[in-house]
Structure formats: C-alpha cells, structure tokens
C-alpha cells in the first residue's frame, strides 16, 4: 500500500539544513559586494561621491597625493606672498603640516636610496654580467 503523506525529513537534517554550507547566504543574492572603487582603505561609490567614475578617472591620472601636494605647493605661495596673514593659527598650522609632510618625503627618498644601493649590490654580486650592461648605461 502506497504512502500518501509526503517523506518528512529527520529532526536533526531539518534542524542542520539552514546551517548547511547552501544555506549561509540567500538563494538570491542581487546586492552588489562593492559598488563602487577602493583607493586604500578609502571606498569611493555613489554613497559618498556623485561621480565616482569621475574621481577614478582623476585618479588613475593625478593620484590624492599629487593633489594634495600641489594645493600644499600653491597654499604656501599664496600665503608667502601675503604676510599679514602669516600669525593666523590656521596658516601656522598649514605650514607645521607642510613641513612635516616635507620632513617624512624626505626620509622616505633616505629610505629608497638604501634599498636602491641594496639592490645594486645584490645585481653586482648574484648577476655580474647584467651589473656590467647595467653600468655600461650609466658610462
């Protein structure tokens, strides 16, 4: 005689079925992960930007740094050529931030001199013949 009622599942695989490796996230899943870019730890979408094609046209041209270092370059000419305003806390700060950034630009050039002779010298002694083309250029 033929059963009817459908086949129940056990309690146990009814209760682990939700926690099965299928079940961990929406059959249907129609949320974009990222909807945007990422610059560093900087996510730029249309959230916090209304153009973030356009920022990321400007970036891929003119990084936030070389940005950043030009409005620095052209606020110390501004402020240079206008003395008055040179006691103003906020100029004062500008310029303690600027010649840190100077500072730290500096020892990071220190640093890639350092590893720049390392790697010469690894060249010079692990690969000669390419250390000797190498300073044939520089003859």
Do not use: C
């Not at 870019?37 to 930007?49: A, H, R």
């Not at 070389?66 to 620095?72: A, L």
């Not at 931030?97 to 500072?103: C, D, P, Q, S, T």
């Not at 730290?104 to 790697?119: C, D, F, N, P, V």
């Amino acid at each position: 005689m033929a059963n009817d009622r459908p086949e129940q599942p056990d309690p146990l695989t009814a209760w682990l079925q939700p926690w099965s490796w299928w079940g961990l996230a929406p059959r249907d899943l129609n949320q974009p992960i990222n909807p945007g870019w990422t610059f560093g730890n900087l996510v730029v979408n249309n959230g916090n930007s209304s153009a973030p094609q356009v920022e990321q046209a400007v970036v891929s041209r003119h990084s936030y740094g070389r940005q950043i270092g030009r409005m620095m370059d052209a606020l110390q000419a501004v402020t240079a050529a206008l003395p008055q305003v040179a006691q103003d806390p906020r100029v004062r700060q500008f310029e303690a931030l600027a010649h840190e950034v100077r500072e730290i630009k500096q020892a990071s050039a220190e640093q890639r001199l350092q590893r720049l002779q390392q790697e010469l010298q690894a060249l010079r002694d692990e690969h000669p013949e390419a250390w000797r083309k190498l300073a044939a250029l520089f003859r």
